[in-house]
């Protein structure tokens, strides 16, 4: 076991217990670290009643994955796993001070796993249905309503080629752009091409009973027949995020270097949604592990280095 520092308690601390900072954590309990994890809510993916394209979790609810994923991290006596809000970040590599009310920890490096917060549009009906019947990902709630009929809620041209895709599922699928943006004549022939139907009007509202979303109602007084709507909402960073001033790419979400996954603040890593739009359990699940064995390369040599190994 790594010798400690009584003054320096953790090697590592990971702000964030989802996919990616589970996984983190148990790949450093499993290198002989002393860990801690933090954790808060709310959950982002809480809404959503199952987990998809986890192999060997397929299916799981959110919340017993992360119970069975702190069962086993409990195996190990040098991981210990938190209930608890990091409201500040300071100090330099190998000497962190991370905040938490009047509480104050010391860390050597440090793994963010915060994910980020989603900003809805503000459309009658969607706050009901999010998660339910309203989407962000066809791999993740695909399946389960495959061969109906779909919409996809486009917030800029950028992603229009993703309704094509979207008919891999269904053969029903109409784009609605809201008005918010110049549909590109190429772009809407591509469209047609491909069977997606195309609503520029303003969406009014969701039609929904229950949680079952039944139709999409349009500002001009039609709707349009949909039982899944997909969108990729705005995205906001968590405020210890915000705090520290990590360098962000044109998207808004955090850099990282490729190979190590550290941020532009040196001895701080990151791994999971809040550095990718690649979302899901299982990219965040293995950009945690990428980042701790990264972490875990760096960190012993710098402890060899010290005489603390």
């Known amino acids: 076991m790594a010798i400690v520092d009584p003054n320096m308690p953790y090697d590592v601390v990971i702000v964030g217990g989802g996919p990616a900072g589970l996984s983190a954590a148990l790949a450093l309990g499993?290198?002989?670290?002393?860990?801690?994890?933090?954790?808060?809510?709310?959950?982002?993916?809480?809404?959503?009643?199952?987990?998809?394209?986890?192999?060997?979790?397929?299916g799981t609810p959110p919340e017993e994955f992360r119970q069975i994923a702190r069962q086993q991290l409990a195996?190990?006596?040098?991981?210990k796993v938190r209930d608890l809000r990091i409201e500040s970040i300071s100090g330099a590599k190998g000497a962190f001070t991370l905040r938490a009310g009047q509480e104050a920890l010391e860390a050597r490096r440090i793994i963010l796993c915060v994910g980020m917060i989603d900003e809805p549009p503000p459309i009658e009906g969607f706050q009901e249905l999010w998660g339910h019947?309203?989407?962000?990902?066809?791999?993740?709630?695909?399946w389960e309503a495959k061969e109906r009929p779909w919409g996809y809620l486009?917030?800029?041209?950028?992603m229009l080629h993703f309704a094509i895709m979207l008919r891999g599922w269904s053969k029903e699928v109409t784009v609605f752009t809201g008005g918010a943006f110049e549909l590109p004549p190429h772009d809407?022939?591509?469209?047609?091409?491909?069977?997606v139907r195309v609503e520029t009007a303003a969406v009014?509202?969701?039609?929904?009973?229950?949680?079952?979303?039944?139709g999409v109602a349009l500002s001009d007084g039609r709707s349009v027949a949909?039982?899944?709507?997909?969108?990729?909402?705005?995205?906001?960073?968590v405020e210890v995020i915000a705090a520290l001033g990590l360098s962000l790419d044109q998207d808004g979400l955090v850099k990282v270097d490729p190979m190590t996954r550290e941020t532009s603040i040196p001895g701080v890593y990151a791994a999971g949604d809040l550095c990718t739009r690649a979302q899901g359990a299982m990219f965040a699940a293995a950009a945690g592990i990428h980042a701790a064995g990264m972490v875990n390369h760096e960190l012993t040599a710098a402890l060899v280095k010290e005489g603390l190994l």
């Open 30 to 58: 499993r290198a002989r670290k002393q860990v801690l994890l933090c954790d808060s809510g709310p959950r982002r993916n809480q809404r959503a009643a199952h987990l998809h394209n986890f192999v060997t979790r397929d």
């Open 75 to 79: 195996r190990y006596p040098n991981v």
């Open 133 to 142: 019947a309203v989407f962000q990902c066809p791999y993740c709630h695909g």
């Open 154 to 158: 486009a917030r800029d041209s950028a």
């Open 188 to 195: 809407r022939a591509d469209l047609e091409e491909a069977g």
């Open 204 to 214: 009014a509202r969701l039609m929904h009973q229950g949680l079952s979303l039944q």
């Open 226 to 237: 949909c039982e899944a709507l997909f969108i990729h909402p705005a995205q906001r960073h």
